[in-house]
């Protein structure tokens, strides 16, 4: 998994009625664009996390 900052990490909810969690990459903190990320979530709590398989990347648009 890479991420830069600006992307966006949606986390799959894990069970039936579990909503999908999306948090925006802050700083990366592992080598060459990879885990673990610091994130802010859509409360704006921010915390550092790795994702694991139920997680994918949303790449910033590089117009913005």
Do not use: C, F, N
Request: charge should be negative; aromatic fraction near 2%; hydrophobic fraction near 35%.
């Amino acid at each position: 998994m890479r991420a830069t900052v600006g992307d966006k990490l949606v986390v799959h909810g894990r069970v039936v009625g579990q909503h999908d969690r999306i948090a925006e990459v802050v700083e990366v903190l592992g080598a060459d664009g990879g885990p673990p990320y610091r994130v802010r979530l859509e409360d704006g709590h921010e915390t550092v996390m790795s994702p694991g398989p139920d997680t994918v990347v949303r790449h910033q648009d590089p117009a913005q």
